[in-house]
């Protein structure tokens, strides 16, 4: 054969760089000293050396970039806080002893009978995020794949495994210690679950900060700070799951107005606009009205209505990117669309669209806030800090500044630190900013 | 006689425009046969672009449209594939490499997963399969430690590499037709010498055939068997390279013949075709070379006063024969293999409208150049001693 004859000569020649840089095709052919086998026999494809230079994409540079950033590193910091705390909120704060002796001697664990199914599965997926992060063994394909399969299985294990009560008495243990038939208790950092209403001390309820309740108390008698470590929950997941639906509408949508341009692109706009004149705050307002409160309607509702942005991003990107000769050369090659669309076009133009996204989980927590605090967002036993604002003006107390303040500045702080990371990675992914060193 | 590979018959493409169709190519007709290189030779905007890009039908629809002809590849009209069967004739059958190296690979991906794309789509093969593949093109272009460079990303190559690459990724999936846009002109002119050579000796092994599309006559020298010469949306002249060298017959290619330095030619200035190159949307009537044509201005100077027209051109008044300016010409056979669009060449009227199809490969081979230049070597040494 033509080709592996061809093979064998470019094979001695390889070695002499100097040769096939000056000479190219017309590199000297060397004698037939090697025999053929040498590189059917060598395997032919194996993993990066570990000793090659870092290479990275230009995404994972811009990542990169962006948290080298004092203000993006500051945002980061906050997010892992509350990371940390949605976490490991029943943990940190539960009525449940972690472990206690009964009277007769024997040792209960009430803690770990209440657990969720929820609260194992984020536990463990953290734990494999964070070792597989930290090993740095899988690539980031292999990575996903194995977090996605750990997830599954510890979500399955997890609803075999934990049986939570169907009711719940918060004061049970406080009540059996008190009666001094538990001898010896161990409790977390904060020994009030979210809900605990303090139904044996109703003296504690609406307190001002003090030694026994850290951050205060609601009109209710929850003990404030365990209420907004339990609210990180519903503070992430609405702003990631909202802005992961508007984000995955946006791109496609404006991937495929970008990318065929003409008549679709002007259809595709004018329905784009319908949708940004719909007023968000008030269309939520009639969804919660008519199906009731529900987290996870709000945030399907904040996602249908605010790709528009992202939309309009990538078809903008879309649009200067469909004449570049690379995607021009795949549509030579016989790419399907697909392909071509969201392999080879998507990761050169998302950039902007990962910058409005941190804005958009902003944004979307700004908007549960919101609802929550005029008494339409959550159900009143869900932890919100949204729902703790509306507990300072309501229950005709006058202002209790405590119950304001804190879940305040928790709001401010979240939108702040996501809008810090934004900021960041914009400046890290504009071309006129690149020229530093 | 063998089949044709390639046959462009009457090809017709419009772009519409707000202000009107524009026509940038016209009645175009070519043949390529098995193992030949034909050129595709002309000014920026004659069309030759988008001739080649019709081949794919890469052209995008709306505003270009494809009017009429057909395009035969193996048997099979191009324009009558639906978009799938085209996908699968891109890159397997037809491949193309572009005149940008430096825009053509994808920025966000190493070389060995873009052409490994293109492989496992085309050929059916698993990833480990197609990784040895690439690599194997990648040492076939001349690609130093392709292994390790099959995880380089592009940025990290130079621009002769990436048009290795480009050619690499082109040829992975053994295409039959290699359509070739400009290849060397972003490239320096050793870098260009190099490529070309590499084109020439993968062109030997495979027995593939390339369409050359350049402006440049030198490279038209070097590699073309057959040349075809297009000037404002038409082909003007067809022939076999030596011929063509030889004996050009249209104006425009004596034209650019002339507008060539020569070697140990001793001129203060080179000639140049005079005027400048139509605008698509306004082509002059009649023969569209008739303002540039210094043939027509000669004979219209002693022609009867009733054959000769005044017009103005780039500002100035020119008197032009009266047919070239109402008469559009069309390449006929004047010669045995020599095609050629004007009416002042002799026996242009009694000449035949016939296919252009040239089964003509050069004499020249590499293989000669390179014990020409072994012997040179020799003398060389010799001279030296």
Redesign the interface.
């Known amino acids: 054969m ?2 592996e004859a ?2 064998t000569n ?2 001695q020649s ?1 070695t ?2 100097e040769a ?2 000056a ?5 000297p052919v060397a004698a037939a000293g090697e025999p053929q086998e040498r590189f059917v026999s060598e395997p ?3 993993p ?2 570990p000793d ?1 230079p870092v ?1 990275r ?3 994972m540079q811009a990542f990169v970039d962006t948290f080298t950033r004092r203000g993006a590193r500051l945002g980061a910091a906050w997010i892992a806080i509350v990371v940390f705390f949605a976490v490991f909120a029943p943990f940190l704060a539960s009525s449940f002893p972690v472990a206690m002796q009964m009277r007769d001697g024997r040792w209960l664990f009430p803690l770990f009978r209440n657990l969720y199914p929820i609260d194992v599965v984020l536990v463990a997926v953290f734990f494999s995020v964070l070792g597989i992060a930290l090993s740095r063994r899988l690539g980031l394909g292999a990575s996903v794949m194995a977090v996605v399969a750990m997830s599954a299985l510890v979500t399955l294990l997890a609803f075999w495994l934990t049986n939570p009560p169907k009711n719940i008495v918060y004061e049970e243990y406080r009540v059996q210690q008190a009666a001094g038939e538990i001898t010896r208790a161990y409790h977390t950092l904060i020994p009030y679950s979210a809900n605990d209403r303090m139904n044996d001390r109703p003296e504690d309820r609406l307190q001002a900060p003090s030694r026994v309740h850290w951050l205060g108390t609601t009109i209710f008698g929850e003990d404030m700070l365990s209420r907004m470590i339990h609210a990180c929950r519903v503070a992430l997941t609405i702003g990631l799951i909202a802005t992961g639906i508007s984000a995955l509408i946006g791109i496609i949508v404006g991937g495929v107005m970008g990318y065929f341009a ?1 008549t679709i692109d002007l259809m595709g706009m004018r329905i784009l606009e319908i949708i940004q004149s719909i007023p968000r705050l008030i269309l939520l307002l009639i969804i919660t009205a008519s199906f009731g409160r529900s987290i996870y309607l709000m945030m399907i509702v904040i996602g249908l209505v605010s790709w528009t942005g992202d939309a309009r991003f990538i078809r903008a990107e879309f649009l200067k990117l469909r004449k ?3 995607v ?9 669309l697909r ?1 071509i669309l969201f ?2 076009m998507l ?2 133009g998302i950039a902007p669209v990962l910058v409005d996204a941190s804005f958009g989980i902003a944004g979307a927590i700004l908007l549960e806030s919101t609802l929550s605090f005029l008494g339409l967002g959550l159900a009143p036993e869900d932890p919100s800090w949204g729902q703790l604002l509306n507990q300072a003006r309501s229950g005709g107390t006058g202002f209790n500044w405590w119950i304001a303040t804190f879940p305040g500045m928790a709001i401010f702080l979240t939108v702040f630190a996501y809008i810090l990371i934004g900021e960041a990675m914009r400046d890290a992914l504009d071309p006129k900013l690149l020229k530093r060193d | 006689m063998a089949q044709p590979l390639l046959e462009i018959k009457n090809l017709n493409v419009a772009f519409e425009t707000s202000r009107g169709d524009i026509r940038p190519v016209r009645d175009a007709s070519l043949t390529i046969y098995p193992g030949q290189t034909v050129a595709l030779v002309g000014e920026s905007g004659c069309g030759k672009s988008v001739t080649a890009m019709s081949i794919l039908r890469l052209i995008p629809s709306p505003p270009g449209k494809v009017l009429g002809g057909q395009i035969n590849f193996s048997g099979r009209d191009l324009l009558a594939l639906s978009e799938k069967e085209m996908r699968s004739v891109r890159g397997k059958d037809i491949a193309m490499i572009f005149q940008e190296p430096m825009t053509s690979l994808n920025p966000v991906y190493t070389i060995g997963d873009q052409i490994v794309e293109a492989i496992t789509l085309h050929q059916g093969v698993g990833s480990r399969k197609a990784y040895e593949i690439a690599e194997q093109s990648l040492r076939d272009v001349g690609i130093a430690d392709p292994h390790r460079r099959l995880h380089s990303y592009p940025h990290e190559m130079s621009g002769g590499m990436r048009q290795r690459v480009m050619i690499a990724m082109a040829l992975s999936c053994q295409p039959k037709l290699l359509i070739a846009d400009e290849p060397t002109t972003a490239l320096d002119v050793t870098i260009q010498a190099q490529i070309l050579e590499l084109l020439r000796k993968l062109q030997r092994e495979r027995g593939m055939a390339i369409l050359l599309i350049t402006h440049d006559l030198g490279v038209v020298a070097e590699n073309a068997d057959v040349v075809a010469v297009m000037y404002a949306s038409r082909i003007v002249e067809v022939a076999t390279v030596e011929r063509l060298f030889d004996k050009p017959m249209h104006p425009y290619t004596e034209g650019l013949f002339r507008s060539v330095p020569k070697l140990g030619a001793d001129v203060q200035r080179l000639d140049t075709i005079a005027g400048t190159v139509p605008n698509p949307a306004r082509f002059p009537s009649g023969c569209k070379f008739h303002p540039r044509c210094h043939r027509s201005h000669q004979l219209a100077a002693s022609a009867p006063a009733e054959q000769v027209v005044e017009i103005a051109s780039s500002g100035q008044k020119l008197k032009v024969l009266k047919r070239c300016t109402v008469d559009e010409p069309i390449a006929r056979e004047i010669e045995p293999k020599h095609w050629a669009a004007c009416h002042q060449i002799t026996g242009y009227d009694s000449a035949a409208l016939t296919m252009t199809s040239l089964m003509h490969k050069r004499e020249v081979n590499a293989n000669v150049i390179e014990s020409d230049s072994r012997d040179a070597g020799k003398v060389i040494q010799e001279a030296v001693t």
């Open positions: 033509k080709g061809a093979s470019m094979s390889a002499d760089f096939m840089v000479g190219g095709a017309a590199a032919s494809y194996m990066p050396q090659e290479r994409t230009l995404l003409g570049q000769d690379f021009q050369a795949g549509i030579a090659a016989g790419l399907p392909s392999k080879h990761p050169n």
